[in-house]
């Protein structure tokens, strides 16, 4: 194992156990329960026929005459360990001959029917041992179960089939689980992705084209990405704001403190050196952030103290920094309606899954808690129950998924003139939702009106066309004849619907009371904050001049330490003066002078490069506040934000997703870390080998 391996295996380790336990309070989904169940079976397959099941799990050496041997002594009344038994044959047979098992392999697609388990099973099998085409075909039997059951997507299959392409030696292969991986899932912008970035890598820019092209197409025809997204992305602002602004307050302070608290520091105990009782403040400075006042507090204190120190470039830094923190109680809110929609529980999300997810006994169960006639009579539509979901059609609402949903229940009992009557009202309320093209071709083919197909494509939107084009392609790849939940899409809202939803649901005041913000011990709504930053930054603005504390405070000329009146000697400050006064010869007195101004120095700088090693461009910036150290804090402050945020940047997919894009973070981290440390080493070279 390479030592890249190591780190690499470390790393995901890491990364599994964050995620994992960030996933455990998720209950498994329907899909990863059926794996579960076949793994399962795939043990009890293990005892009765133990060839098969070691051909299934990649050691496909027995000849394909024992395979078809044990085959036969398989009970053929336990069609799931059937299938699975089937399955191993084919891999025997395709670790023969690459395309020697494609006939089991469908025969082993056709077995394991519904189970969408075995499917994977078999997935995996052929993976392992048999050739792209035959994975491709395994994938294929899998997409057509989950569609024909009702599923829009598997997400977790995608998923898992992304990370094994990573794995794959074979680039064929590769390629072949990717193009698969964005089919088992033909609603995330997360596989048509992938393939860009091995497009990229490659030099392929036909293939980079049309994967970005698929993957800009995902995020406008399907809202839930873009609300994704722009939560995602709106997280990832707040995050690498708060701590750049918090790295930068560190530069700060490290710079300025000393003019801060000096003259507080002048009464605490005398004996003790000044660097220790500014220590001491400092650590007390934190303390109020620790207990529990509030970052927003703790940032108000320290721009109040740090203002009046600052250059005037470096105050219009902090203004901007100011008027961000205050800006957190309207983000923030932004953040939980954005939020809402993705909670399990709201009615929104219920909806979305009965569009994306077969209609489960569980699922049904908790649709009649909640009683939504909408997300119900989808439900028993897609199950088949046709009288249980037309008993909804009364109550449904006036709004288009309402109509829409009217229309696929009327084209579901063979009303198509009704069926297209209700869509061309959504129609005219709606124009943009990305169902109806397909809802209302069909129903226009079903009347055998083939010619109106072309105006109604003309007239559909960019997303209504995307998604014409991707279930026709699906149903006519997969189903000989439909299932009735092929025949027509379910309703799902527009975009432009969504959005509106959600400006409605901003302009609503109360939603910005319900949040608090602690500030100084007290809990104020956010819809203060705001007020609260412009007012400091108004106050701040008005009340001070450039740098008007220089008659109070003084820099040492030899040690460059700060000093008041108190404890001023002329030009030096008591401890130079003192060590000084001693020595009255003059050539010694100024070798003397040489070597506490570098002592002086190198104390600073051995300092301020320490902290560069913690924090890079900290130490920089509280040197001298410069672009360059902002940028590098800056930095620091993205990659570790996107390190901790993009395992759900575009998506909701569980861990393995999470290395996405993450390692170009890393190394960035890595470069940061590494010139810092080498710097370090280089500057204090003489310092070390002393000692
Ligand atoms: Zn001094
Ligand atoms: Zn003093």
């Given at each position: 194992?390479?030592?890249?391996?190591?780190?690499?295996?470390?790393?995901?380790?890491?990364?599994?156990?964050?995620?994992?336990?960030?996933?455990?309070?998720?209950?498994?989904?329907?899909?990863?329960?059926?794996?579960?169940q076949?793994?399962?079976?795939?043990?009890?397959?293990?005892?009765?026929?133990?060839?098969?099941?070691?051909?299934?799990?990649?050691?496909?050496?027995?000849?394909?005459?024992?395979?078809?041997?044990?085959?036969?002594?398989?009970?053929v009344?336990?069609?799931?360990?059937?299938?699975?038994?089937?399955?191993?044959?084919a891999?025997?047979?395709?670790?023969?001959?690459?395309?020697?098992?494609?006939?089991?392999?469908?025969?082993?697609?056709?077995?394991?029917?519904?189970?969408?388990?075995?499917?994977?099973?078999?997935?995996?099998?052929?993976?392992?041992?048999?050739?792209?085409?035959?994975?491709?075909?395994?994938?294929?039997?899998?997409?057509?179960?989950?569609?024909?059951?009702?599923?829009?997507?598997?997400?977790?299959?995608?998923?898992?089939?992304?990370?094994?392409?990573?794995?794959?030696?074979?680039?064929?292969?590769?390629?072949?689980?990717?193009?698969?991986?964005a089919?088992?899932?033909?609603?995330?912008?997360?596989?048509?992705?992938?393939?860009?970035?091995?497009?990229?890598?490659?030099?392929?820019?036909?293939?980079?084209?049309?994967?970005?092209?698929?993957?800009?197409?995902?995020?406008?025809?399907?809202?839930?990405?873009?609300?994704?997204?722009?939560?995602?992305?709106?997280?990832l602002?707040?995050?690498?704001g708060?701590?750049?602004?918090?790295?930068?307050?560190?530069?700060?302070?490290?710079?300025?403190?000393?003019?801060?608290?000096?003259?507080?520091?002048?009464?605490?105990?005398?004996?003790?050196?000044?660097?220790?009782?500014?220590?001491?403040?400092?650590?007390?400075?934190?303390?109020?952030?620790?207990?529990?006042?509030?970052?927003?507090?703790?940032?108000?204190?320290?721009?109040?103290?740090?203002?009046?120190?600052l250059?005037?470039?470096?105050?219009?830094?902090?203004?901007?920094?100011?008027?961000?923190?205050?800006?957190?109680?309207?983000?923030?809110?932004?953040?939980?309606?954005?939020a809402?929609r993705?909670?399990?529980?709201?009615?929104?999300?219920?909806?979305?899954?009965?569009?994306?997810?077969?209609?489960?006994?569980?699922?049904?169960?908790?649709?009649?808690?909640?009683n939504?006639?909408?997300?119900?009579?989808?439900?028993?539509m897609?199950?088949?129950?046709?009288?249980?979901?037309?008993?909804?059609?009364?109550?449904?609402?006036?709004?288009?998924?309402?109509?829409?949903?009217?229309?696929?229940?009327?084209?579901?009992?063979?009303?198509?003139d009704?069926?297209?009557?209700?869509?061309?009202?959504?129609?005219?309320?709606?124009?943009?939702?990305?169902?109806?093209?397909?809802?209302?071709?069909?129903?226009?083919s079903?009347?055998?009106?083939?010619?109106?197909?072309?105006?109604?494509?003309?007239?559909?939107?960019?997303?209504?066309?995307?998604?014409?084009?991707q279930?026709?392609?699906?149903?006519?790849?997969?189903?000989?004849d439909?299932?009735?939940?092929r025949q027509?899409?379910p309703?799902?809202?527009?975009?432009?619907?969504?959005?509106?939803g959600?400006?409605?649901?901003?302009?609503?005041?109360?939603?910005?009371?319900?949040?608090?913000?602690?500030?100084?011990?007290i809990?104020?709504?956010?819809?203060?904050?705001?007020w609260?930053?412009?007012?400091?930054?108004?106050?701040?603005?008005?009340?001070?001049?450039?740098?008007?504390?220089?008659?109070?405070?003084?820099?040492?000329?030899?040690?460059?330490?700060?000093?008041?009146?108190?404890?001023?000697?002329?030009?030096?400050c008591?401890?130079?003066?003192?060590?000084?006064?001693?020595?009255s010869?003059?050539?010694?007195?100024?070798?003397?002078?040489?070597?506490?101004?570098?002592?002086?120095?190198?104390?600073e700088?051995?300092?301020?490069?320490?902290?560069?090693i913690?924090?890079?461009?900290?130490?920089?910036?509280?040197?001298?506040?410069?672009?360059?150290?902002?940028?590098?804090?800056?930095?620091?402050?993205?990659?570790?934000?996107?390190?901790?945020?993009?395992?759900?940047?575009?998506?909701?997919?569980?861990?393995?997703?999470?290395?996405?894009?993450?390692?170009?973070?890393?190394?960035?981290?890595?470069?940061?870390?590494?010139?810092?440390?080498?710097?370090?080493?280089?500057?204090?070279?003489?310092?070390?080998?002393?000692?």
């Open positions: 194992m390479s030592k890249v391996r190591i780190v690499q295996s470390i790393l995901t380790t890491l990364l599994l156990a964050g995620t994992s336990m960030a996933a455990s309070s998720f209950e498994a989904s329907p899909f990863e329960e059926q794996v579960l076949a793994m399962r079976r795939v043990d009890s397959l293990r005892t009765v026929a133990p060839v098969l099941a070691s051909a299934l799990d990649g050691n496909a050496k027995s000849s394909p005459s024992e395979g078809q041997d044990a085959l036969s002594h398989l009970q009344g336990q069609s799931g360990i059937v299938s699975l038994g089937q399955a191993g044959q891999a025997i047979l395709e670790s023969k001959a690459p395309g020697q098992g494609l006939a089991q392999l469908d025969l082993a697609s056709r077995m394991a029917g519904n189970d969408l388990g075995a499917h994977w099973m078999i997935c995996l099998s052929m993976i392992r041992t048999g050739s792209p085409l035959a994975a491709s075909r395994a994938v294929q039997g899998l997409e057509a179960s989950m569609l024909g059951q009702g599923w829009q997507r598997l997400p977790q299959a995608s998923a898992w089939l992304i990370s094994l392409a990573d794995e794959s030696p074979s680039r064929e292969m590769a390629d072949t689980l990717r193009t698969a991986a089919r088992i899932d033909p609603v995330s912008p997360v596989p048509p992705f992938a393939i860009a970035r091995r497009c990229l890598a490659r030099w392929d820019i036909d293939g980079l084209y049309e994967a970005v092209r698929i993957t800009g197409l995902r995020l406008w025809s399907y809202p839930q990405n873009q609300l994704l997204l722009s939560l995602n992305s709106l997280r602002l707040r995050s690498v708060l701590l750049f602004s918090f790295l930068l307050f560190i530069g700060w302070m490290t710079r300025n403190w000393p003019w801060v608290s000096h003259q507080l520091a002048e009464r605490l105990p005398q004996d003790s050196s000044i660097y220790l009782r500014y220590g001491v403040l400092a650590v007390g400075f934190l303390c109020i952030l620790l207990a529990g006042v509030g970052a927003y507090a703790f940032f108000f204190l320290g721009a109040f103290l740090l203002w009046k120190h250059t005037r470039i470096e105050r219009v830094l902090m203004g901007a920094l100011i008027l961000f923190i205050g800006s957190q109680g309207v983000l923030t809110t932004v953040e939980e309606v954005l809402k993705f909670d399990i529980q709201s009615k929104e999300s219920l909806r979305l899954r009965i569009a994306e997810e077969s209609p489960s006994p569980q699922l049904l169960q908790l649709l009649k808690e909640r939504d006639p909408q997300a119900l009579a989808t439900a028993y897609k199950g088949g129950d046709l009288l249980q979901a037309a008993s909804f059609q009364k109550q449904l609402g006036n709004d288009p998924t309402g109509a829409i949903l009217s229309g696929d229940l009327c084209f579901v009992r063979g009303m198509y009704s069926a297209s009557r209700f869509y061309a009202k959504a129609f005219a309320q709606d124009p943009q939702n990305p169902v109806l093209p397909f809802n209302r071709g069909q129903a226009a079903w009347m055998g009106h083939t010619d109106s197909l072309n105006p109604i494509l003309k007239r559909a939107s960019l997303a209504g066309s995307f998604r014409f084009e279930t026709v392609s699906q149903n006519s790849r997969l189903f000989p439909l299932p009735p939940s027509v899409l309703p799902e809202q527009s975009a432009a619907q969504i959005w509106n959600i400006l409605a649901e901003l302009s609503d005041p109360a939603v910005w009371f319900t949040g608090n913000a602690p500030v100084g011990g809990d104020i709504p956010f819809l203060l904050l705001p609260a930053a412009l007012a400091l930054l108004g106050y701040l603005i008005a009340t001070s001049k450039p740098r008007n504390l220089a008659r109070k405070l003084f820099r040492c000329k030899t040690c460059c330490r700060v000093m008041c009146k108190h404890c001023r000697r002329g030009l030096h008591i401890s130079c003066f003192r060590r000084l006064s001693n020595v010869e003059l050539e010694l007195r100024n070798e003397l002078l040489l070597r506490l101004e570098k002592e002086g120095q190198q104390r700088q051995f300092l301020l490069n320490l902290l560069d913690v924090l890079p461009g900290t130490g920089s910036f509280s040197r001298k506040p410069s672009l360059i150290a902002a940028l590098m804090i800056l930095l620091l402050a993205a990659s570790i934000s996107m390190l901790l945020n993009l395992a759900g940047f575009l998506t909701r997919y569980p861990f393995s997703q999470a290395s996405v894009g993450q390692m170009p973070f890393i190394a960035l981290l890595a470069v940061l870390y590494g010139t810092n440390i080498a710097l370090f080493l280089r500057k204090n070279k003489r310092t070390f080998l002393k000692g």
